[in-house]
Protein backbone atom coordinates (compact mmCIF):
# COMPACT_ATOMS: atom_id res chain seq x y z
CA UNK A 1 0.00 0.00 0.00
CA UNK A 2 1.36 3.26 -0.85
CA UNK A 3 0.64 6.58 0.86
CA UNK A 4 -1.58 7.59 -1.75
CA UNK A 5 -3.48 4.75 -0.91
CA UNK A 6 -3.87 5.63 2.89
CA UNK A 7 -5.02 9.28 1.52
CA UNK A 8 -7.73 8.18 -0.62
CA UNK A 9 -9.28 5.90 2.25
CA UNK A 10 -9.23 8.09 5.09
CA UNK A 11 -10.80 11.33 2.11
CA UNK A 12 -13.21 8.32 1.74
CA UNK A 13 -13.92 7.39 5.23
CA UNK A 14 -14.37 10.79 5.80
CA UNK A 15 -16.88 11.37 3.21
CA UNK A 16 -18.91 8.46 4.46
CA UNK A 17 -18.88 9.70 8.33
CA UNK A 18 -19.93 13.10 6.28
CA UNK A 19 -23.03 11.65 4.63
CA UNK A 20 -24.42 9.47 7.81
CA UNK A 21 -24.18 12.76 9.61
CA UNK A 22 -25.78 14.64 6.57
CA UNK A 23 -28.25 12.24 6.02
CA UNK A 24 -29.73 12.47 9.82
CA UNK A 25 -29.88 15.88 9.57
CA UNK A 26 -32.38 16.60 6.22
CA UNK A 27 -34.23 13.85 7.27
CA UNK A 28 -34.97 15.57 10.02
CA UNK A 29 -36.07 18.84 8.21
CA UNK A 30 -37.59 17.46 4.90
CA UNK A 31 -40.62 14.74 4.88
CA UNK A 32 -39.28 12.93 1.57
CA UNK A 33 -36.88 10.85 2.40
CA UNK A 34 -35.92 10.35 -1.43
CA UNK A 35 -35.41 13.79 -1.78
CA UNK A 36 -33.71 13.96 1.71
CA UNK A 37 -31.39 10.83 0.52
CA UNK A 38 -30.81 11.91 -2.81
CA UNK A 39 -29.45 16.03 -2.12
CA UNK A 40 -26.75 13.88 0.08
CA UNK A 41 -25.58 11.72 -2.20
CA UNK A 42 -25.28 14.80 -4.61
CA UNK A 43 -23.56 16.69 -1.49
CA UNK A 44 -21.05 14.25 -1.19
CA UNK A 45 -20.36 13.49 -4.76
CA UNK A 46 -19.74 17.30 -5.23
CA UNK A 47 -18.13 18.24 -1.86
CA UNK A 48 -14.55 17.56 -2.35
CA UNK A 49 -14.89 18.89 -6.17
CA UNK A 50 -16.04 22.05 -4.41
CA UNK A 51 -13.87 22.46 -1.81
CA UNK A 52 -11.03 22.82 -4.81
CA UNK A 53 -12.92 25.52 -6.35
CA UNK A 54 -13.95 27.47 -3.25
CA UNK A 55 -9.62 27.53 -2.11
CA UNK A 56 -8.69 28.98 -5.66
CA UNK A 57 -11.45 31.71 -5.25
CA UNK A 58 -10.05 32.31 -1.45
CA UNK A 59 -6.65 32.59 -3.23
CA UNK A 60 -8.01 34.79 -5.92
CA UNK A 61 -10.64 36.85 -3.74
CA UNK A 62 -9.00 37.39 -0.14
CA UNK A 63 -11.88 38.82 1.34
CA UNK A 64 -14.20 35.62 0.43
CA UNK A 65 -13.85 34.18 3.63
CA UNK A 66 -15.67 37.06 5.51
CA UNK A 67 -18.30 36.64 3.12
CA UNK A 68 -18.69 32.83 3.72
CA UNK A 69 -18.60 33.68 7.45
CA UNK A 70 -21.32 36.50 7.09
CA UNK A 71 -23.14 33.79 5.03
CA UNK A 72 -22.78 31.07 7.68
CA UNK A 73 -23.73 33.49 10.61
CA UNK A 74 -27.13 34.12 8.76
CA UNK A 75 -27.90 30.39 8.05
CA UNK A 76 -27.29 30.26 12.07
CA UNK A 77 -29.36 33.19 12.56
CA UNK A 78 -32.08 31.87 10.25
CA UNK A 79 -32.00 28.59 11.98
CA UNK A 80 -32.39 30.19 15.36
CA UNK A 81 -35.79 32.19 14.53
CA UNK A 82 -36.90 29.75 12.30
CA UNK A 83 -39.87 28.69 14.98
CA UNK A 84 -40.80 32.22 15.36
CA UNK A 85 -40.64 34.10 12.17
CA UNK A 86 -40.81 32.65 8.53
CA UNK A 87 -37.59 34.27 6.33
CA UNK A 88 -38.71 34.16 2.79
CA UNK A 89 -36.64 32.19 0.10
CA UNK A 90 -36.28 35.27 -1.66
CA UNK A 91 -34.92 37.22 0.94
CA UNK A 92 -32.34 34.27 1.52
CA UNK A 93 -31.50 34.19 -1.81
CA UNK A 94 -30.67 37.82 -1.71
CA UNK A 95 -28.91 38.36 1.36
CA UNK A 96 -26.71 34.95 0.13
CA UNK A 97 -25.97 36.54 -2.96
CA UNK A 98 -24.97 39.75 -2.00
CA UNK A 99 -22.67 38.67 1.03
CA UNK A 100 -20.87 36.72 -1.47
CA UNK A 101 -21.04 39.04 -4.18
CA UNK A 102 -19.99 42.28 -2.29
CA UNK A 103 -17.20 40.31 -0.54
CA UNK A 104 -15.83 39.40 -4.25
CA UNK A 105 -16.31 43.05 -5.35
CA UNK A 106 -14.25 44.73 -2.26
CA UNK A 107 -11.77 41.94 -2.57
CA UNK A 108 -10.96 43.33 -6.25
CA UNK A 109 -11.36 46.88 -5.36
CA UNK A 110 -8.84 45.93 -2.03
CA UNK A 111 -6.31 44.48 -4.54
CA UNK A 112 -6.62 47.69 -6.97
CA UNK A 113 -6.11 50.16 -4.21
CA UNK A 114 -3.06 48.46 -2.83
CA UNK A 115 -1.62 48.44 -6.12
CA UNK A 116 -2.42 52.22 -6.58
CA UNK A 117 -0.63 52.99 -3.10
CA UNK A 118 2.48 50.71 -3.98
CA UNK A 119 2.86 52.37 -7.37
CA UNK A 120 2.64 55.78 -5.74
CA UNK A 121 4.89 54.94 -3.26
CA UNK A 122 7.21 53.56 -5.30
CA UNK A 123 7.03 56.70 -7.89
CA UNK A 124 7.50 58.94 -5.12
CA UNK A 125 10.80 56.67 -3.76
CA UNK A 126 12.66 56.87 -7.34
CA UNK A 127 11.88 60.71 -7.11
CA UNK A 128 13.52 60.98 -3.41
CA UNK A 129 16.68 58.96 -4.72
CA UNK A 130 19.60 60.76 -5.96
CA UNK A 131 20.00 60.47 -9.69
CA UNK A 132 22.76 57.80 -11.29
CA UNK A 133 26.16 59.71 -11.79
CA UNK A 134 27.01 60.75 -15.26
CA UNK A 135 29.26 58.34 -16.95
CA UNK A 136 32.50 60.08 -17.81
CA UNK A 137 33.96 60.46 -21.64
CA UNK A 138 36.41 57.08 -20.77
CA UNK A 139 33.50 54.93 -19.68
CA UNK A 140 31.37 56.03 -23.30
CA UNK A 141 34.47 56.12 -25.44
CA UNK A 142 36.24 53.07 -26.26
CA UNK A 143 39.56 52.53 -24.74
CA UNK A 144 42.14 53.08 -28.07
CA UNK A 145 45.97 52.37 -27.43
CA UNK A 146 47.88 55.77 -26.57
CA UNK A 147 44.26 57.51 -25.71
CA UNK A 148 43.72 58.67 -29.40
CA UNK A 149 41.59 57.14 -32.49
CA UNK A 150 44.62 55.41 -34.76
CA UNK A 151 43.74 54.35 -38.50
CA UNK A 152 42.59 50.74 -37.33
CA UNK A 153 40.03 52.04 -34.88
CA UNK A 154 37.46 51.86 -37.94
CA UNK A 155 34.16 49.67 -37.94
Not at 61 to 67: A, D, N, Q, S
Request: contains cysteine; charged residues 15%.
Amino acid sequence: ATMLFLVVCCLEISDLLFAVDSVSAIVAQVNDLFLAYTSAVFAMLGLRAMFFVIDVLAQMFTLLKYGVAAVLCFIGVKLIVSRMYHIPPAVVCIVLVSAIGSSMVASVLQDRWSRLVEDILSSKSLKRSSPAPTPTIKEIMPKVEGGTMGANAGP
